[in-house]
């Protein structure tokens, strides 16, 4: 096992030498590297920032400084004041527009302040909702926030953070989700360009074995994904994808011939 490992690894040339592997060794080792994956992908997902009292701070700080909704006020439960899209590092904040979410698409933390609630999207899925009636301070007022009334402040930030946490669990669930998407749709990619590239080069093999062998040489993909995820470098994917290409090359120029029949008596 170490040895197939470290020829998947290393020496593309070798491995037409397991053209004759069974389906499920060459599905095992897909499973293996997947696997693999999936626990550097939990760990990353795990030990990405909170949606916590910090988000908040900066979700309010973005509202009560950016001096673009300086007539916004809630009372009689509904919340007024002017249209406004704020994008920030952090996130995206639309103000009394509850049709934003029909016309925008983003990877990103969006929240979306509405007439009568608010609501929390990520990568365009609902995260909670938050309702203005659970606000502890009976009006809301940007301007009571510029002014620096503390009470008002925490109350909102408060209110925030509940929805916010609300939403944690799926969150997490979201993130995983949309990385492991993204890795598998790379893959497939990769795999119906390295088949195509196989054919090219070497259009004797029997399609049952170019399949296998592609399976294999196209393993070194995840390697690069490991280390993507490791140190945080997006580029580690494509390159990822350009060495299962060369290795994809290296294994078959090294196969002449690969026919498969009953011994003439």
């Given at each position: 096992m170490f040895k197939k490992f470290k020829n998947i690894v290393s020496h593309p040339s070798l491995l037409g030498l397991y053209f004759m592997d069974h389906w499920y060794t060459v599905v095992g080792w897909w499973f293996l590297f997947f696997c693999i994956t999936c626990v550097f992908l939990s760990i990353v997902d795990l030990t990405k920032p909170r949606l916590?009292?910090?988000v908040a701070r900066r979700i309010s700080d973005a509202l009560a400084y950016n001096h673009v909704i300086?007539?916004?006020?809630?009372?009689?439960?509904?919340?007024?004041?002017s249209y406004k899209v704020i994008e920030t590092e952090y996130c995206i904040i639309s103000f009394n527009d509850n049709a934003f979410m029909n016309n925008h698409v983003s990877s990103g933390l969006i929240?979306?302040?509405?007439?009568?609630?608010?609501?929390?999207?990520?990568?365009?899925?609902?995260?909670?909702?938050?309702?203005?009636?659970?606000?502890?301070?009976?009006?809301?007022?940007?301007k009571d926030i510029k002014s620096g009334n503390i009470e008002m402040r925490i109350a909102f930030e408060s209110f925030i953070e509940k929805g916010l946490s609300s939403g944690e669990a799926n969150y997490r669930a979201i993130c995983f989700f949309n990385d492991?998407?993204?890795?598998?749709?790379?893959?497939?990619?990769t795999l119906v360009v390295c088949y195509f590239l196989a054919w090219i080069i070497n259009p004797m093999v029997e399609r049952r074995f170019r399949i296998k062998l592609i399976g294999y040489s196209s393993l070194i993909y995840y390697l690069f994904i490991w280390c993507k995820l490791s140190f945080s470098m997006d580029a580690l994917l494509?390159?990822?994808?350009?060495?299962?290409?060369?290795?994809?090359?290296?294994?078959?120029?090294?196969?002449?011939?690969?026919?498969?029949?009953?011994r003439k008596k």
């Open positions: 916590d009292s910090n300086d007539d916004a006020k809630y009372e009689n439960n509904t919340l007024t004041g929240v979306v302040f509405g007439k009568e609630n608010a609501n929390v999207f990520f990568s365009t899925f609902h995260l909670g909702r938050l309702n203005y009636s659970d606000l502890k301070i009976k009006d809301f007022n940007i492991l998407f993204g890795i598998i749709m790379y893959y497939l990619l494509y390159i990822g994808i350009f060495f299962s290409l060369v290795y994809t090359v290296f294994t078959f120029t090294h196969i002449r011939l690969v026919r498969v029949g009953r």
